[in-house]
């Protein structure tokens, strides 16, 4: 059975030019810290992959710092160690639609401040200027520019603005948002930037940390070793997978303009289908900006899991909201922190589009939600047509 993949925003598969750098670069022998010409030649990969996700955020390459992915560049940049112009940021403002690795992986402890969401996703901005009146010291804020459940897009530059005009700073969770819309320094606004390898088409377990500019600086490394990374992250470097994610990146950011009108075409047709077969679905942040490959939504009456189960069956791979480690249909933060109520949050699904989607992946996504919901349909109330 030829499977219909629709879980970009889980992991994208790799692209082709992604597997050739890799499969070129296992042969390199060397350590990247080695003098010889083996340990430059290994080198030489890591750096050209530094240019190109330099490139993607437009960045400057000696700024960007190599991770095992988002969730350690999130880790790294979420510690009251770093110090910018007004210095050390006392505090940590979060969103309450952040992700798990920003809202867990903080070092603020109770100096972290979860700031709410409207019914869009979208922060509440009065919530932030309240926030940021207070007097309690420079703050760190860290936003998504896209949301990995729903795909709705932060207004992260006016954010960065008023964090900025009230000392602190901004990390951007640009995980989802880079490689798909424009996401550089220039249009956040961000004084750092967090990418992730997997979710661009590169191999899993590479992720980068890209800082704005030399005048952030951080005394504490969050791994201590040999000083790789600029001191942040001792370790040798994963070679193949950084060689990798540049190649990703680069391929992502070639073909980005033309994707996003091609998937955002697919995607608003799939949004039709859906709503042709189930007029009572709910289609979340629709009211917002969104990435053009994301769609979040459910159907009343019809819980996540059975549907996952059921498209799995019939050859696709959608997702519940976020990946959860234990395989299991978490209740999603997400949906919570937007109000939707714990009945319509049981039938959260999401399809996520990428480079790999066609417009017969949404003729499978129409035909197969069509098969279910005239299967459960015959056992549920809620379903049966009236
Ligand atoms: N931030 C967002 C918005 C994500 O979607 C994810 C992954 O789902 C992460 C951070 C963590 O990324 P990684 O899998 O590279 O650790």
Redesign the pocket.
């Known amino acids: 059975m030829t499977r219909v993949y629709l879980d970009h925003?889980?992991t994208s598969p790799l692209r082709g030019p992604a597997r050739a750098k890799m499969l070129d670069s296992l042969r390199a022998a060397g350590n990247p810290s080695s003098i010889h010409a083996e340990g430059r030649a290994a080198r030489a990969l890591v750096e050209a992959a530094r240019e190109k996700i330099a490139a993607l955020v437009g960045g400057r390459a000696r700024d960007v710092v190599f991770t095992s992915?988002?969730?350690?560049a999130?880790n790294l940049a979420l510690r009251p160690h770093w110090r910018g112009p007004q210095g050390a940021p006392t505090r940590l403002l979060l969103p309450a639609a952040e992700?798990v690795?920003?809202l867990d992986g903080h070092r603020f402890g109770d100096r972290a401040e979860i700031l709410p969401v409207d019914s869009n996703g979208l922060l509440d901005l009065a919530a932030l200027d309240a926030a940021l009146a207070r007097a309690d010291g420079p703050p760190l804020l860290c936003l998504?520019a896209?949301?990995?459940e729903t795909g709705v897009l932060q207004p992260v530059t006016a954010v960065a603005e008023k964090v900025h005009a009230a000392g602190g700073l901004v990390v951007c969770?640009a995980?989802?948002a880079a490689g798909r819309v424009a996401c550089t320094f220039e249009t956040t606004g961000a004084d750092m930037l967090?990418v992730?390898?997997?979710?661009l088409g590169g191999p899993?377990g590479a992720?980068a940390l890209v800082l704005r500019d030399a005048a952030l600086r951080c005394d504490r490394p969050l791994i201590r070793g040999g000083g790789q990374e600029r001191g942040f992250r001792a370790g040798t470097e994963n070679v193949a997978a950084i060689a990798g994610f540049g190649a990703a990146a680069e391929d992502a950011l070639a073909h980005r303009g033309e994707e996003a009108g091609r998937l955002a075409a697919l995607r608003d047709r799939l949004e039709a289908e859906l709503l042709r077969l189930a007029p009572a679905a709910t289609i979340f942040g629709a009211a917002a900006p969104r990435l053009p490959n994301t769609t979040a939504f459910a159907i009343p009456g019809l819980s996540a899991e059975t549907a996952l189960m059921a498209f799995d069956l019939a050859g696709l791979a959608l997702s519940s909201g976020?990946?959860c480690s234990s395989g299991k249909v978490k209740r999603s933060h997400v949906l919570a922190a937007m109000g939707v109520s714990d009945d319509l949050t049981r039938s959260a699904l999401r399809a996520s589009l990428g480079w790999t989607s066609t417009d017969a992946d949404v003729a499978a996504f129409s035909v197969a939600l069509g098969d279910i919901l005239a299967r459960i349909g015959r056992k549920s109330a809620v379903l049966r047509p009236k």
């Open positions: 925003n889980a992915g988002a969730t350690e999130l992700h690795a920003a998504q896209a949301n990995n969770d995980v989802q967090v992730s390898s997997h979710k899993q992720g976020s990946a």
